[in-house]
Every structure is written in C-alpha cells, then in structure tokens.
C-alpha cells in the first residue's frame, strides 16, 4: 500500500455509534494528521498527532498512533448526521537530503466516506 | 477564527491559456502550500513556500508552474499553458511553522481545462 492508505474505503453507520476508520503508513514520520472534507468543499483539520504520542483526544475525537506498526486510527464516538463527510489522514515524513530536512509535506491517503444516518 | 482565502472558487479556462490561482494564507503564518486533489483521487502535494521561494516541490510542479507571493498577504500559483490533465481541485494551506504543525486549508478552488 502507499503511504496514507485508509480503510474502510466506505463507512456506513447510524446516529450514535461509534465510526473507526484506520491509516496505514509506510515510511518514518514527524507527524499525521487527519483531516475532513465536506463534499466539494477545503479540508477541516482535526487532529494532529506528532510521532513520539500514542494517543490525542478532541471532543468526540480520539486518535491512537502506533509508530511499530506504522498505523494510526481515528474514532469518532456518538456519530451525528453531520458527522458525514470524508476523512482523510496525511503523514508528514521526515526526509534528510543533502540541503537539508524535508518537512511540511503533507501524504495523503484516498480517505474514508463516512456516511452517518439519522 | 483565521482562514485561509481562495479565489476564484471555480475557474473555466480554455486549454492553453494561463491561469493564476490566488490564495490568502492566514495573517502570522510563514509557510505556504499548494496541493490539488483531480476529481475521485488523493489530494496531492505540489510545493511548499518560505522566506520568497520554493522550499520543496513535487514532480508535478514542472516548468508550466510557478508560485509567487507578490505582497505581503497573497500567495499565487501560475500555471503558464494549462493542459486537460491540469483540470482538479487545488488547495492553498499554510501554518507557522513547518512539521509538528496543523496546516489550515483553503476551501479549494476547482479548475476546469476545456
């Protein structure tokens, strides 16, 4: 798989469970992010989590990282109607070359369609 | 709470023709970022921004692309003869500091090659 791969590729629940969506990675990071897009729409930030955490939280949020597996999920408890949106997780690795550090370059994944009934 | 601004929201150019895509990046942030996302696909890395000039860019940022940031508050990209395979999504994001952390992202601006 290439770096940012999530999956489920498609997630439909009802209002009140919970979603995970999970994000694979294949090269050493600085940090990931997740992020949300509305259809058509920028990309919201939602949490970033840098590679030396294992778990954040934000609200409904809570994201765990596991850099031994390269892996990283996203749960969001107590779906909402407008929860429905697509997620993406973006790595920001670590590349060293002779100018310099490479760093702030997003890797996106294809993201999650979440899809939440009321 | 600060946003990042893009302009124009949706832009119809005819294949060929130049393009300038215009992006405000919030006020105290010092890295800048273009990505683009063609319709069904990932969101893809063109070029990263500092300090007036290129700190990184992707392969996709061939000679046809330019960035520029003219004054103190927008950040643009050029695209100089634009091809059917430029037609996508392009977001501008930017934060403070680079790695570690959020990058804040434009709403987009969609760009349709005829």
């Known amino acids: 798989s290439q770096q940012g791969e999530e999956d489920p590729q498609a997630l439909s629940i009802q209002e009140g469970e919970n979603a995970t969506m999970n994000c694979s990675y294949k090269t050493s990071i600085n940090n990931l992010q997740w992020y949300r897009q509305n259809s058509g729409r920028g990309l919201v930030h939602l949490i970033l989590?840098?590679?030396?955490?294992r778990e954040k939280h934000s609200g409904r949020l809570r994201v765990t990282l596991d850099t031994s597996k390269k892996s990283s999920s996203l749960l969001i408890t107590a779906s909402r109607a407008a929860d429905t949106a697509s997620y993406f997780c973006a790595t920001d690795a670590v590349f060293y070359y002779a100018g310099g550090t490479s760093y702030g370059k997003l890797t996106f994944g294809q993201g999650t369609i979440l899809t939440v009934h009321p | 709470e600060p946003e990042v601004t893009q302009t124009p929201s949706h832009q119809v150019t005819q294949m060929g023709q130049e393009v300038i895509l215009r992006c405000v990046p919030i006020s105290n942030h010092l890295y800048f970022y273009w990505y683009r996302q063609i319709l069904g696909q990932k969101v893809e890395f063109l070029v990263s921004f500092y300090n007036n000039e290129i700190s990184e860019k992707s392969e996709i940022f061939d000679d046809q692309f330019s960035v520029e940031r003219p004054d103190g508050s927008n950040f643009t990209l050029k695209i100089r003869s634009t091809k059917l395979e430029d037609s996508a999504m392009y977001f501008c994001a930017s934060d403070t500091a680079r790695g570690n952390q959020p990058q804040h992202f434009g709403d987009g601006t969609r760009l349709s090659i005829l």
């Open positions: 989590i840098r590679s030396n955490e």
